[in-house]
């Protein structure tokens, strides 16, 4: 690993969104991917590992190990998301499907190996910065199961939640509201184990935005890389939704690993909840500043602090994924240190 870099795993359910973000997270030179794992939930587990692959054949990293994970949340049944994300959960492109073998470990175990392998070093830049970009249903059982993996963790930022929005139902985001349990199990954990969490979620997801113009622009790059793949991507939900611009979506969660000051953040309690008729799934971020009603309220603060993204550069996001995806990287574009 270069000193510059880096080390990231990224968890996902490759999706559109997650393809952008493994594009960004394959060829960004701040970041040192050090493997991805697969997780129902855009599409079924089998199509995600697919998905992975063809994105990482496109970005010429088949390099990185990718592994087949849990197939459905922990309780609930699973649900896909195709109507956003096509039939076969991404884009339904003409791009050809990668046919590299998945690493025979299961998910949770590639990533308790990579961790124990990060914590072994005695190196504190080779800890890993865990990006979950999809269900969290991986993570909480590795940290249920081998809780001392989390010693090989710098932090998890994971796409997920909103403190004021809604997209799965009025209330709850679609990964935390696909394994809400999962969700509650990753921040009860991460707050045993002293792991830092930012929750990059609804509240700043949809304002990092690629224009038709500019994708249609990656696109006549041609060569069948991670610029065209990108821009038929974005041309994708342009498509789809009607617009002259689509959101990178789950890419916003890498570019606050390279950028973080690209987004405004605020420690504050969170949890999960998991019996409500309307609001099952929400995050609860609690904003009160007055220590009069923390004292009458029943339930107490949450015992979970996590770093809230509540505003974001759009722009400077945007322009981040598009010219790393085009190798029009400059020293400004490339992010500093968290």
């Known amino acids: 690993m270069a000193a510059s870099t880096r080390p990231v795993v990224l968890d996902v359910d ?7 973000a493994l594009l960004l997270a ?45 197939a459905r949340p922990l309780l609930e049944h699973p649900v896909n998301a195709a109507h956003v994300h096509g039939a076969d959960g991404m884009g339904d492109l003409d791009w050809a499907k990668s046919q590299a073998a998945p690493d025979p470990r299961h998910a949770v175990e590639l990533l308790r190996d990579v961790l124990l392998e990060a914590a072994a070093s005695g190196d504190p830049d080779d800890l890993v910065t865990l990006v979950p970009l999809a269900p969290l249903t991986n993570v ?25 929005v809604g997209n799965a139902t009025a209330s709850a985001e679609f990964n935390v509201f696909h394994d809400p349990e999962a969700a509650a199990v990753v921040l009860d954990a991460a707050g045993e184990l002293g792991v830092n969490v930012t929750m990059y979620g609804l509240d700043v997801f949809y304002d990092p935005r690629v224009t038709r113009d500019e994708a249609r622009a990656m696109v006549e790059r041609g060569g069948r890389g991670p610029a065209e793949l990108g821009g038929r991507l974005v041309g994708f939900q342009c498509e789809r939704f009607d617009s002259t611009a689509a959101t990178i979506g789950d890419a916003g969660a890498v570019c606050a690993v390279i950028d973080p000051s690209g987004v405004r953040t605020e420690r504050l309690p969170v949890r999960v909840e998991l019996a409500g008729t309307w609001s099952r799934g929400r995050t609860i971020v609690d904003r009160r500043d007055w220590s009069g009603d923390l004292a009458h309220d029943p339930h107490g603060a949450a015992p979970s602090l996590v770093d809230v993204c509540l505003d974001v550069d759009a722009e400077r996001y945007a322009r981040l994924w598009v010219d790393t995806l085009t190798g029009a990287l400059t020293p400004s574009t490339t992010g500093e240190e968290r």
Request: aromatic share 2%.
């Open 14 to 20: 490759t999706g559109v969104d997650d393809a952008c």
């Open 140 to 164: 909480a059982l590795l940290l249920r199961t081998w809780p001392e993996a989390a010693a090989g963790l710098r932090e998890v930022v994971f796409m997920g939640g909103a403190a004021h």
């Open 26 to 70: 394959a060829r960004h030179p701040a970041l040192d991917l050090r493997a991805v794992t697969c997780v129902g939930g855009n599409a079924p587990v089998d199509a995600v590992v697919t998905n992975t692959l063809t994105v990482l054949e496109a970005a010429g990293r088949l390099d990185v190990p990718v592994a087949r994970g849990a």
